[in-house]
């Protein structure tokens, strides 16, 4: 079983930046994968980024790919999600997965999920 604890999350002004980050308890062949999902009151959970752990390609959804970016410290087994240009309507909890497959986009295809961590953008 993967761990994953998310740690960064806070209370932002619109425009600002913020970096949430992910350290997973260990790597196995079905978490070589790692990124983030967010899900806003009301909303349904939506995929935001992954990032391939040992070779570092990257995904970011449509809405963020110009805003923000996903990086990973391998001797760390983290994944870092760099949040700038931030917006209302990024509020939401941001979740931590871990899959096979970077390209993944759907919630099922992600074994493990952290707790989440909550990420407010004040207007």
């Known amino acids: 079983q993967v761990q994953l604890v998310e740690s960064g999350g806070g209370l932002v002004q619109t425009g600002g930046s913020l970096t949430v980050s992910c350290v997973a308890s260990k790597r196995t062949i079905n978490s070589v994968a790692m990124g983030w999902f967010r899900q806003a009151p009301g909303k349904e959970r939506e995929f935001v980024a992954a990032i391939n752990m040992p070779f570092g390609s990257a995904n970011l959804a449509d809405s963020v790919k110009d805003r923000f970016t996903i990086s990973r410290d391998n001797d760390k087994n983290t994944v870092n999600l760099r949040m700038n240009s931030l917006k209302p309507e990024d509020t939401a909890v941001y979740y931590c997965?871990?899959?096979?497959?970077?390209?993944?986009?759907?919630?099922?295809?992600?074994?493990?999920w952290g707790q989440g961590t909550q990420v407010t953008v004040s207007s």
């Open positions: 997965v871990a899959g096979w497959n970077w390209r993944h986009t759907r919630t099922y295809q992600y074994d493990y």
